[in-house]
């Protein structure tokens, strides 16, 4: 007839069978997830030749100097008025219409390059020119775009202006 049994005893792994288990299963890890690694040390190979990581060790060697320094410039009038601006461009860059802005920026763009391309001629415009250049369909194409452009820029958008409110530096 067999004992009963009175007492468990654990079995517990000795120090060195734990870091042989530890290490296998890093091992495991590295090979599971090879490319990423792979991938994770050529950018910091990248950053370190770019210096890049000397920069951020410098930085968090000195973290309170480098925090005080940035509060500082952060609690400056100008920078404020600059994070301000910033959030008014970022929330005007939301509205604008892209699909209608691409082809007058590619107009601008040649309108650009055609100036360039002419600028050193010395050649002066007189009255009759102008006259002769309303004949002239690109012009007048042109004209009728800038003077559209005009007529928006004339109309009244106060409802539609998010700040009404004057910055305190701004002066009326």
Known sequence: MARKIESIKKWELTEEEKR????????DALI???EAIL????????ANNNGLLSLVNGLLSEGEQ???VLMDAINKPEST????NLLLILGVAGKLNIKELEPIL?????GIEHVSENSGSGQKTGYLDLVRALK????NRALTLMMTFLKGMGQDTDDEMKSKERMPDQKV
């Not at 590619?106 to 040649?110: E, I, T, Y």
């Open 66 to 68: 480098v925090l005080k």
């Open 136 to 139: 002239d369909p690109e012009i």
């Open 106 to 110: 590619l107009k601008v763009n040649n």
């Open 81 to 84: 008025n600059a994070i301000r």
């Open 39 to 46: 991938q994770t040390v050529d950018i910091l190979n990248h």
């Open 20 to 27: 042989q288990k530890d290490l296998r299963e890093i091992e």
């Open 32 to 34: 599971d997830n090879k």
